[in-house]
């Protein structure tokens, strides 16, 4: 149930979307333009921003000694970026399940090394978007005000959750047990703080390329925004990772860049229709990309595509 009430969310989100832009056509249709440049920038941009994310996993699988090449991480990147349109978070799965059966790490490590990687995006996202807001553009605007305060909240969460500690259970029982995995992988991460600060540089510049191809779609539209703008759109774009609740964040994260925009000086529906545009572009992409990846993974290994049995973490002995 859960799983249709995301897509329906998702579906409701797009299509109150499309009826905004609808509604003011008359001034966007104009805007509508999008050249072989801004194709090609957005496409070869997505192309190296999926390669730094496969380096920012391959630097926290071997904090946690596991030793995967960066072809493989590609791979299920790509793959992972299209099934995670579909229900259940398939490309999770499939992830889990790739690093599991290809080099047994066990999915209570894998939720440790997915939840520390996704605070780390969030911190290092919100960070930077929070300089960049108060450096180029001030507090002087109610909706810079805004976008600050969630900004720093959104910091100040994911550090808490990132660096807080927390004492592993003792005693028998299943859960225990996944809990002490996931809390001993948990702190192996933490304690590694030159792969946390190569990871934060990577995800950086993540936020760099996200901001590319934002400017390229805005050049090509013809609507001139200051470059640190982009920057706070593509940091807005890692920081709302937790707000996943949608498949691939969809319409979540038009919605977020749109209302962004009037910080930057751009009407919200202008802000919405380049979110739309990019998006666009980017499924594209993915579709290609992703499903030729996720159709040579299929064929190679079909089982990674199905959800983990419940007792896979569990000793023989257990």
Known sequence: MKKWLTNLLALGIVAGLVYYVLGR??????????????????????????????????????ALDVQPSLADLWLIQNAGQLLNYLPMKAGTVLRANYLKRRYGFGYAQFGAFFVQGLLLMTASAAALGLGVLLAVYGLGATPARILAIALAGVLAGSLLALLLPVRPPAGPGRIRRLLRSFLSARKALAGRWRTLGMCTVLALVSYALFAVRLAAVYHSMGVEVHPAGFLI????????????????????????????????????????????????????FTVV??????GWLWHKYPADFHPPPPEADRPADA
């Open 289 to 294: 990309v992703g499903g030729s990846c996720a």
């Open 233 to 284: 759109l593509g940091s807005l774009a890692g920081a709302i990772l937790f707000l996943s609740i949608t498949p691939g964040s969809l319409g979540i994260r038009e919605l977020v860049l749109g209302a962004s925009a009037m910080t930057l000086g751009v009407a919200p529906e202008v802000g919405v229709l380049a979110a739309m545009i990019e998006r666009a572009i980017v499924l594209g």
């Open 25 to 62: 056509w008359d001034e966007l249709q104009g805007l509508l333009t999008v050249n072989v440049g801004c194709l090609a920038t957005v496409v070869g941009v997505s192309l190296v921003a999926n390669l730094v994310a496969s380096k920012i996993m391959q630097e926290l699988l071997r």
